[in-house]
């Protein structure tokens, strides 16, 4: 792991977002795969994979606890919800999960 990012603990405030900025964020939105780790990783609950890093966004997948997956970038959510993983599943279906589902709160490597 790496790639710097800072693990921080968030207060569980929200600010919300307009309507037009989650949905440009929800239109399949992907990310590189920087972690190189295949399916190193697990879910910690059961989750629905989101077209972007939201939970405004569509479900495109849903996987259960102890699915392996393979980590490829974060993003700090477009709803202000925290850090959103960008993966994929054994299954080979690709989506957004929110750090708190997944094992070590997701991958290290940002995005950009």
Known sequence: MGGGRQWRLLAGVTTPASAAAVSAACQSRTGPDQDFN???????????????????????????????????????????SGY??????????????????LEYGGTTFSCA
């Open 38 to 80: 295949p399916y190193g990783y697990h879910f910690t609950e059961s989750v629905h994979l989101r077209s972007g890093p939201s939970r405004e966004c569509g479900v495109v997948g849903f996987a259960s606890v102890g699915n392996k997956v393979d980590y490829h970038c974060w993003r700090w959510g477009d709803d202000d």
């Open 84 to 101: 959103w993983t960008y993966l994929r599943t054994r299954n080979t279906v690709y989506g957004w999960v929110w750090e708190g589902y």
